[in-house]
């Protein structure tokens, strides 16, 4: 490169008006002559008035030949660095040019140029990609300044040039991309407008050392800034020390910014992305993600991202992501993400997530993301998580070499508020086969607020430090599931302090200890135990978190007199736990359960209990079996007071299951479960609801399946269960059985019940024996009973007409409270129908009338008509359907003629092939020889206005 001389006086006052003329607006209008220094360099001489030119169609410039242009008058300079050769003040209408390009320079290398304040536009024919308004290839040592570009294929394009400068341009309304640099170096790209064009506003592909400033990028079809750089060969490239810096890039239609590297056609490569900055841009409301970082290889191929920082951006309302980083490995390739620093973004109101890392490797391939910073970032109201890591393989038995890995990654000092999953979500996925491992990471000094689940969640994740975080309204999760491969050793291996704080106070996360008592858990914001035993957790106030207290893998504990309400989650979770009692807590206002169990197998006690108010359910076991709930009060919860799924061989007594507003009892694919002697009134629907279970029993809950809206007990394809000695009263169903067979149906009271017993769709083989009804009481099977109520009736018959006519009663009174419902609906909706009429007949000229017949338009809605037209008897006048039946109804007169429209008369219709022909005569629907039939109108017709 020449050596830089010293700028003369003029020159620099020559820059200065040129800022004050031509003002871009960029995140920062303060520029220095640090900032203008890149094309300071390459003009020597000020521009000269030279004259303005409007007869061109092209200019081509080849092989370093300028003559024909300097002989012509117009190009001045003569090609060196104090005196570029200038093509200047053109404006090329490059529709007929015989390249595609306005203006073509190519295979000059050598010369220093500029061209300045040119307009060029229609280069479009798109027959090549090189096409465009301003086109150079393989051409150095050139300053492009104040021209526009518009209405080209592309607006300005480079293709294997170094040391070219675009300084305050305008590339607006292209078909492809506003500025294209494809394999180029040392290219400074300044206070350009580059928007509203069909493809991406700038895109950079296998470009390095690239300088983007202070550029407005917005309102492009594709991406705002597109860096793309993707191989077939057998090569290794380096992409480095290029600065995205200070750019609006707003609204675009994917990506604000992306950066896409790897191979294709199974090439095996290696690329590196180092030693690049994008930092102090505003990336806002752009389609799919603000900065989207991807990274492909299909075979053998290696691709790093590494040593890049991506600083004090401000990424808003973008889509999906703020930030989205994406590897994809599959075959033997590699990819690695190291050493990165995302620091001091502000990411607000994302489409999914703040920061998205999604590693996925297929076969034998490995995805790497080490040692990188994620610090001093704020993140706000993403629908998602604030910080999503997500691991994955392919989980393919014949590819177990498969790794994804987040491992050594600094998370800290984040402030992350009111995101709508988790503020920091670290998910390594559970596999078969392959690996995932989210291992040795720091999480440090975040402040996460309002979390909608948790603030920190770590899946499957080991030997984390977690240290000095501050949680409110949300607090922290962990979660090995039962499935998990991970042994005991790792899964205890997370270390967490009491430095971290929810809502104020501190967690207290033991493992593996014996015997915990009152003094270790001190005034706590949270507890989380796991695998440590014979502990007892009382008398403590654990309120507005994620999960009061957390017991994993822990047996032999007792946890009772907390007050463990208003969380997000639960206010007691059992996980794999076995031989725990949880008694005595006040578990309410939580919003999914009160008190949860999942896989916890073995004779855990749940005893009195209040677990009520919950958003979902009271308790709630999930594959959990042998468990006792006992006493405890289960009401005015949202979806039911006791939920149990796939959960065996529980018993359920002594509860007070009331008023909550689906269910009582809810129990789905369970076998083998007591409930007795509950009480279970005054729920929204069903009192005891059972779906694919079987082989349970429902016994002696006297006095209490009363007063249910709907079923008092509902069984839904169940088999072989014992309903007996229960007081089943005033429901409106007392006992309903759908696709349920072999059930015991005995000794129930069944009184005043809308149904006694309902039975639809395949029943068959119930009992029912000395069940006690308001009529008379049947017994005997549901298949024909031997005793006889009335002579030539079974009892069966009996029944079944008892059941049919409570059933006709039933739907009597519903169809009628719906129909007086609707009905009150409806007096409003005909008033406001015939206001709407009056004013439109009101409206109506003698010209309407006139221009609807010659039309064959409604009269009344004044538009075409479909299907069916309705004629008038006496003038003649069209109605659609609808219109007609509604006039008819209202005021019964033609808004023509005022004539009634007499139901008793003949109503004429045109169907749409006879109102062609009426139309084609210009007899506009008078003739008395089309044949015209009645049609009915539709009755939920609302009158059109206008």
Known sequence: MAKIKKIPIYILLFVFTLLIIFPVINTNNNYDTEKIEPFVKKIESSPKNSKSWNNFTFIHIQNGNWSKGLSGGWIQGDGTYSNPYRIENMTIDASSSPLGSGIFINDTTNDYFIIQNCTIYNASSKDYDDEAGISLINTNNGTLFNNTCSNNNKGIFLEECEDITIFNNTAVNNFDEGLAVKECQSISILRNNLSNNGQAGLDLDLSTEVTVKYNNINNNGADGIEWETELMDYEEEDFYNSTIYENKIIGNGEDGIRLSMGDIAYAHLKLNFKWNNISGNIINENGNNGISLKALTEFKGEVYYSNNTFSNNILNNNGDNGIYIDAFADNTGEIYFNHNNITDNIIVDSGSNGIYFKEFAVEEAITLFNDNKINGNNFSANRDNGIYVDLDTDNDEDFPLSEANFNYNNISNNIINKSGINGINLNASVVDYGSTNCNDN????????????????????????????????????????????????????????????????????????????????????????????DSVISNLNISQGSIGITLNRCINNTISNINASDNIFYGISLEICYNNTVSENNASYNELAGIYLYYSYGNNNILRNKVSYNKNYGIALYYSNNTRISKNNASYNEISGLYLFNSYYNNISGNDVNINNIYGIYLEICNYTLITGNTINKNLEIGVYLLNSHNNTISDNTDTINNNVNQGVFLENSDFNIISGNTIRSNAIGIHLLDSSYNRIINNDLRNNDVYILKVGSSKGNIFEGNVFDALPPSGGDDGGERKLFEGLSEEIIQNVIIIASAIILAVSVVGAIAFKRYRGKLKEKEAEIKVLKIEKRKLTQEDIIVAKENLQCVVHKGAIKGFTFVCPECGTFYCSRCYDAVKSIENACWSCGKPLDPTKPVRTIDDETKIKIKEKGKAGMTDSVDYSPKKAPKDFKAKKK
């Open 442 to 533: 720091t999480i440090i000094g975040n402040i996460l607020e309002e979390s909608r689940y948790h603030g920190i969640y770590l899946f499957e994740c080991t030997n984390i430090t977690v240290s000095g975080n501050n949680m409110t309204k949300c607090g922290l999760g962990i979660s090995f599931p039962k499935e998990s491969s991970r042994t005991i050793e790792v899964i205890t291996s997370n270390n967490i302090d009491i430095t971290n704080l929810v809502n104020g106070n501190p967690i207290y996360y033991y493992t593996n200890e014996l015997n915990l008592g009152h003094s270790n858990f001190s005034n706590p914001g949270q507890v989380i135990l796991i695998n440590c035993n």
